[in-house]
């Protein structure tokens, strides 16, 4: 493969190499059919096998039963899945809870407020979004709790969910999909789009509890409707093939590195190496997350003592190869987000920048 960087970026993300490559092969031909799988008809035999593996491999690297989920490849990013929960889930008369961890959360309320009673049953913006919520109050008999489990521009991360009851849970997951062992038969719904741990942008998956589904509103618009994909496999109108087709080698990729236990170790020991790096160099570094607890493994997130000095360390860190290190745009600084696929030695190239220009500029 030809020269790469190291690539910061939140999203679309770096994918593994071994994928690309198997990928770059399924686009000039797949299985010695003569056709390029951008090609193939998603009715055919090639693309059934492709869609097929995908949705055991998913279901088997997050400990889930096909007895009890639906694996469901959907479009519209996670930002339309703001709009679908609420309207497959949640009616005039019932309420919503909300837990606004961050940018992403509280668009996700704002969008449920169109379809019913959703409320913020708990926020961290008084404090910037610079940890999670501390408190959270349930309301008796609400239709489902909604929660962000990684927050891709402020850098926190769940990592003990809320206790709900016996409320359904439903989770953005997003931007720490795959990234870390969880029990995820404690979600009803989870849903998160591909592009940062998974695959290319395209394609959202979504984990939904068959019997959460039982509960849902029928008088929803069929192509927005969780029962047609459901009944269907995701395949009631053309789904995104090739993005899925490039899901199924990342969970190859996955399952071979030694499924999620053995990709949590290396990201934590990624986060932890690039922390360090900011706390030892504090407060000419100021990372964001006032929490340590709270710290994203997939999105660090930092600011300088000295703003004046952040062109010259973007600079510096394009000069050494490593691109995608903005914040973004709504909060400015520093973020390097480090997803599964990112290399150690990556991140460790970033260490030794931040550690050296601390020790020139400071």
Same mark, same amino acid.
């Given at each position: 493969?030809?020269?790469?960087?190291?690539?910061?970026?939140?999203?679309?993300?770096?994918?593994?190499?071994?994928?690309?490559?198997?990928?770059?092969?399924?686009? +000039?031909?797949i299985?010695?059919?003569?056709?390029?799988?951008? !090609?193939?008809?998603?009715? &055919?035999? #090639?693309?059934?096998?492709?869609?097929?593996?995908?949705?055991?491999?998913?279901l +088997?690297?997050?400990?889930?039963?096909?007895?009890?989920?639906?694996?469901?490849?959907?479009? %519209? %990013?996670?930002?339309?899945?703001?709009?679908?929960?609420?309207?497959?889930?949640?009616?005039?008369?019932?309420?919503?809870?909300?837990?606004?961890?961050? #940018?992403? &959360?509280?668009?996700?309320?704002?969008e449920?407020?169109?379809?019913?009673?959703?409320r913020?049953?708990?926020?961290?913006?008084?404090?910037?979004?610079?940890?999670?919520p501390?408190?959270?109050?349930?309301?008796?008999?609400a239709?489902?709790?909604?929660i962000?489990?990684?927050?891709?521009? !402020?850098?926190?991360?769940?990592?003990?969910?809320?206790?709900?009851?016996?409320?359904?849970?439903?989770?953005?997951?997003?931007?720490?999909? =795959?990234a870390?062992? +969880? #029990?995820?038969?404690?979600?009803?719904?989870?849903?998160?789009?591909?592009?940062?741990?998974a &695959?290319?942008?395209?394609?959202?998956?979504? =984990?939904?509890?068959?019997?959460?589904?039982?509960?849902?509103?029928?008088?929803?618009?069929?192509?927005?409707?969780?029962?047609?994909?459901?009944?269907?496999?995701?395949?009631?109108?053309?789904?995104?093939?090739?993005?899925?087709?490039?899901?199924?080698?990342?969970?190859?990729?996955?399952?071979?590195?030694?499924?999620?236990?053995?990709?949590?170790a +290396?990201?934590?020991?990624?986060?932890?190496?690039?922390?360090d790096?900011?706390?030892?160099?504090?407060?000419?570094?100021?990372?964001?997350?006032?929490?340590? %607890?709270?710290? /994203?493994?997939?999105?660090?997130?930092w600011?300088?003592?000295?703003?004046?000095?952040?062109?010259?360390?973007?600079a510096?860190?394009k000069?050494?190869?490593?691109? &995608?290190?903005?914040?973004?745009? /709504?909060? %400015?600084?520093?973020?390097? /987000?480090?997803?599964n696929?990112?290399?150690?030695?990556?991140?460790?190239?970033?260490?030794d920048?931040?550690?050296?220009?601390?020790?020139?500029?400071?």
């Amino acid at each position: 493969m030809s020269h790469r960087i190291y690539n910061f970026s939140a999203g679309p993300a770096i994918l593994p190499e071994p994928v690309l490559d198997e990928a770059a092969q399924g686009v +000039r031909e797949i299985n010695g059919s003569g056709m390029s799988l951008l !090609e193939v008809s998603h009715r &055919g035999k #090639d693309y059934e096998a492709i869609h097929a593996d995908a949705e055991q491999r998913l279901l +088997r690297v997050m400990g889930l039963s096909g007895e009890e989920y639906y694996p469901l490849f959907l479009q %519209g %990013g996670a930002s339309l899945q703001f709009a679908m929960v609420p309207m497959n889930f949640l009616t005039p008369e019932q309420t919503a809870d909300y837990v606004v961890s961050g #940018d992403w &959360g509280a668009k996700a309320l704002k969008e449920a407020q169109l379809f019913g009673g959703a409320r913020e049953a708990a926020t961290s913006k008084g404090e910037g979004y610079s940890e999670l919520p501390k408190e959270f109050t349930r309301t008796p008999g609400a239709r489902y709790v909604h929660i962000t489990t990684n927050n891709t521009i !402020e850098g926190t991360e769940y990592f003990a969910l809320p206790d709900v009851g016996e409320t359904p849970l439903v989770a953005d997951a997003s931007s720490d999909f =795959l990234a870390l062992q +969880r #029990d995820y038969g404690k979600f009803s719904l989870l849903y998160a789009g591909a592009q940062k741990n998974a &695959g290319p942008a395209g394609v959202t998956m979504a =984990l939904l509890r068959k019997s959460f589904l039982e509960t849902a509103n029928p008088k929803v618009a069929k192509i927005l409707s969780y029962r047609t994909y459901a009944e269907n496999r995701s395949l009631y109108n053309t789904p995104p093939t090739f993005a899925i087709y490039v899901v199924g080698l990342v969970l190859k990729w996955l399952e071979g590195e030694g499924g999620l236990e053995a990709i949590e170790a +290396r990201n934590r020991q990624k986060a932890k190496v690039l922390y360090d790096a900011l706390d030892e160099h504090a407060p000419f570094y100021q990372p964001t997350v006032t929490d340590k %607890g709270d710290r /994203s493994l997939m999105n660090v997130t930092w600011r300088l003592h000295d703003p004046a000095l952040e062109g010259e360390l973007l600079a510096e860190a394009k000069k050494n190869g490593m691109d &995608g290190l903005k914040g973004h745009r /709504s909060v %400015g600084g520093f973020r390097a /987000s480090i997803y599964n696929a990112f290399p150690v030695k990556g991140v460790q190239a970033l260490a030794d920048l931040l550690r050296d220009f601390a020790q020139r500029k400071g």
